[in-house]
Nanobody, 123 residues
């Protein structure tokens, strides 16, 4: 069983910074893409940033230049550094991973989600 454990959310003033972490653990053979999504009240979940196993990143236009996604493959962990936060960044942030695990002689590939962490940007 694979789990994603998120941390680092909280309350911050506009212009402030937060760093989110997401660590994958369990029966992991490999992880392809990892990333962060967010969902604000009354809105659909949207992609924030994604990183491949090779380190290539893709960001939503709304966060480019402010957010940085990095990855430690040895620890199966990704980090989202969020700077210059705005009230519109307020949302529940979810970690996402494309997991491959090996059970016996069979590979299983699936998408795993974390439980979500609240980020609130407000005075």
């Amino acid at each position: 069983q694979v789990q994603l454990v998120e941390s680092g959310g909280g309350l911050v003033q506009p212009g402030g910074s937060l760093r989110l972490s997401c660590a994958a653990s369990g029966n992991i053979y490999s992880i392809n893409n990892m990333g962060w999504y967010r969902q604000a009240p009354g809105k659909e979940r949207e992609s924030v940033a994604v990183i491949t196993s090779g380190g290539d990143t893709n960001y939503a236009d709304s966060v480019k230049g402010r957010f940085t996604l990095s990855r430690d493959n040895a620890k199966n962990t990704v980090y989202l550094q969020m700077n210059s936060l705005k009230p519109e960044d307020t949302a529940v942030y979810y970690c996402n991973a494309q997991v491959r695990d090996l059970r016996g002689a069979i590979f299983y590939e699936y998408v795993k989600w974390g439980q979500g962490t609240q980020v609130t940007v407000s005075t």
